[in-house]
């Protein structure tokens, strides 16, 4: 399965920009998340959502983010608002079955540039 982000860009802070994550066949995984990394920090799990649709928000985007995904169209989606600086990092998604210890798809990355 090859996942493929799309969306990112260059936004002034307290704009919005969604990303999408689209697979390339059937997009039933247990587990999908949306993962980011600035430069010079570590990796982090900012978003996570289950194939009932359970979510999970890390505390730097609760209230700000939305993770969603429409299995029809095989693709995941983060709409994110009221984008800050601190936000900026390339935006990865991520998927794995229950059976996987740890995420083992991965997109190529999406720049999302926020500006002061």
């Known amino acids: 399965v090859q996942l493929v982000e799309s969306g990112g860009g260059l936004v002034q802070a307290g704009g919005s920009l969604r990303l999408s994550c689209s697979a390339s066949e059937d997009f039933t995984f247990d587990f999908v998340a949306w993962y980011r990394q600035a430069p010079g920090k570590q990796g982090e799990s900012i978003a996570t959502i289950t194939s009932s649709g359970t979510t999970h928000y890390a505390d730097s985007v609760k209230g700000r983010f939305t993770i969603s995904r429409d299995n029809a169209k095989n693709t995941l989606y983060l709409e994110m608002n009221s984008l800050k600086p601190e936000d900026t990092a390339v935006y990865y998604c991520?998927?794995?079955?229950?059976?996987?210890?740890?995420?083992?798809?991965w997109g190529q990355g999406t720049q999302v540039t926020v500006s002061s």
């Open positions: 991520a998927a794995r079955r229950l059976s996987a210890g740890k995420y083992d798809y």
